[in-house]
């Protein structure tokens, strides 16, 4: 089976690999950002608000520190809105939470806004509009839905007719559209609310269980699966109504084996992977 190595991309640098990371993201630029705190989270008990550390690392290599007081969020979701400010959401979500789920915090680290998007959050992606893409897993009936940044729900897979939506395995964000491979029929979805003649387009597909999608032209590939193929790459062509597929093999590490524990972002023609213990992130980009 052919093997595709993933190409280095980011790296937390040394000087804060002694803290925690909670969480790590590319934004819609192409920015790479860890969440950093001193100690893990608790499993249980109250969790109290905490101070933490964004270490961002732009493309061209330049590192930007932002402090963050009084995070909310044990498990969170980040990413970072085109105007500089950063969104942290708690993936889970208890009823009487909900106002403070999610937190926007200005450039100097303090928190501006708070919002709620619902519990069960598999992915939470910034457009390059500023838009919030929230992705639901399948405690929470919600599906695939659009926010702005003020927390305006501006777009809902309701009443979208897509095929079998209980759980949003891949989610892809690029420009203003999002990519969607949600559980139980694994359809490949585009969503374009702005389009309003056609805001979603669905493909059958047989590809089943991959947790990010890469598209680029007419050209697809999904990555993961269940079981042994958890490191599978599977490409496919698009037709008129289905991915078609074609060659399947595995997506390593720069530097030979499969990830074990990982994070993956999909963007576009890229996905990243970051595997543990999560300094450094690696891209496939389906357009090289």
Request: net charge negative; hydrophobic share 40%.
């Amino acid at each position: 089976m052919q093997k595709t190595a993933l190409v280095a991309y980011a790296h937390l640098p040394r000087s804060h690999h002694d803290r925690h990371v909670l969480t790590s993201t590319v934004d819609p630029f192409g920015a790479a950002h860890w969440l950093l705190t001193e100690r893990a989270p608790q499993p249980r008990g109250e969790a109290q608000p905490f101070d933490a550390l964004i270490v961002s690392v732009h493309p061209g290599g330049d590192v930007e520190l932002t402090e963050l007081s009084a995070v909310r969020a044990r498990w969170p979701r980040l990413d970072r809105l085109p105007d500089g400010r950063f969104v942290v959401a708690a993936s889970r979500a208890r009823r009487y939470e909900d106002a403070d789920q999610v937190q926007i915090f200005d450039a100097l680290g303090r928190e501006a806004s708070s919002f709620s998007v619902g519990d069960a959050i598999e992915h939470l992606l910034v457009d390059e509009a500023g838009h919030i893409w929230v992705g639901h897993f399948d405690e929470n009936p919600a599906g695939i839905r659009r926010w702005s940044a003020t927390g305006r729900l501006a777009w809902t897979s309701d009443g979208a007719r897509l095929p079998g939506l209980f759980d949003c395995y891949a989610l892809n964000v690029s420009g203003t559209a999002a990519w969607a491979c949600p559980y139980t029929d694994f359809p490949l979805v585009e969503i374009r609310p702005d389009r309003l003649d056609r805001p979603v387009r669905v493909w059958a597909n047989r590809v089943r269980g991959a947790h990010a999608v890469a598209v680029h032209d007419e050209r697809v590939a999904f990555y993961g699966g269940y079981g042994e193929e958890r490191d599978r790459l599977a490409h496919g062509k698009l037709t008129e109504t289905s991915v078609e597929p074609q060659e399947v093999g595995l997506l390593t590490l720069p530097d030979g084996p499969v990830p074990g524990r990982r994070r993956v972002v999909s963007r576009g023609s890229r996905i990243y992977v970051q595997a543990e213990p999560f300094t450094a992130w690696g891209v496939f980009d389906l357009s090289s």
